[in-house]
């Protein structure tokens, strides 16, 4: 089975400031691993994800995020926070065999302070 | 290419009514997963279609029912509503189940009991 536990319901960063969300999975296989980022009234929309390979990972607008199995952990991160990043944030875990669900986290709201 | 569509945006049932929610799946995808997403909470897996076949199901009642078409578009079924079935329903689209494929996901229709 797998889990996903995202410390922090709430984070404010000032704009410009860095932008870190964490993550961290429970898995019994090798995991796959994403961020999902949603608007208000929005679905969800993918920033990255880790499958194999490079430990760490590159996705949209600027965010990145690395794998860090000894510490089981797939924390995400932006150098600079812009007022457009402010959004709910999921972190999700998948088994890489079989046909499983995506698990998400509870999710990060992020405010940007101007 | 279309994206992931649902319909109806916003609904309001009463209690023990039942509600039909549809998704067009995005061109070239064969699977559909439902999430409830319920306030302040992160989606939970209700069920998953693969070429017309339920394909894995998450911890909900029998009265959570689903369809899947031959155009892989999908509904989600929900006999004798009760209040706490008040969420943001999410349909996610993908190319095959599981695996490192990314869900590409609609943006929900949200769903009040009264």
């Known amino acids: 089975a797998q889990s996903v536990t995202q410390l922090g319901s709430h984070v404010s960063v000032s704009e410009g400031a860095l932008v870190l969300l964490r993550c961290n999975y429970s898995s019994s296989v090798p995991p796959y691993l994403f961020w999902y980022v949603q608007y208000p009234n929005q679905g969800l929309q993918l920033l990255l994800k880790y499958t194999t390979g490079a430990t760490l990972v590159k996705g949209i607008n600027g965010f990145e995020a690395e794998f860090k199995k000894s510490e089981t952990s797939f924390h995400l991160t932006k150098p600079s926070a812009h007022m457009s990043d402010a959004a709910e944030y999921f972190c999700?875990?998948?088994?890489?065999?079989?046909?499983?669900?995506?698990?998400f986290g509870t999710g990060t709201r992020l405010t940007i302070i101007p | 290419e279309t994206g992931v569509t649902q319909s109806p945006t916003h609904l309001i049932k009463t209690r023990g009514q039942q509600v039909t929610l549809r998704c067009s799946s995005q061109s070239g995808h064969n699977t559909v997963s439902w999430y409830q997403q319920a306030l302040g909470q992160g989606p939970q897996f209700i069920f998953q279609?693969?070429?017309?076949?339920?394909?894995g199901r998450g911890n909900f009642p029998p009265r959570f029912s689903g369809l899947q078409f031959p155009n892989y578009s999908s509904e989600l079924n929900v006999n004798a509503l009760e209040l706490d079935d008040s969420a943001l329903y999410l349909c996610a689209s993908s190319p095959n189940p599981g695996g490192n494929t990314e869900a590409f996901f609609g943006q929900g229709t949200r769903l009040t009991v009264v």
């Open positions: 279609y693969y070429r017309e076949e339920e394909n």
């Open positions: 999700a875990v998948r088994a890489s065999f079989g046909n499983e669900k995506l698990t």
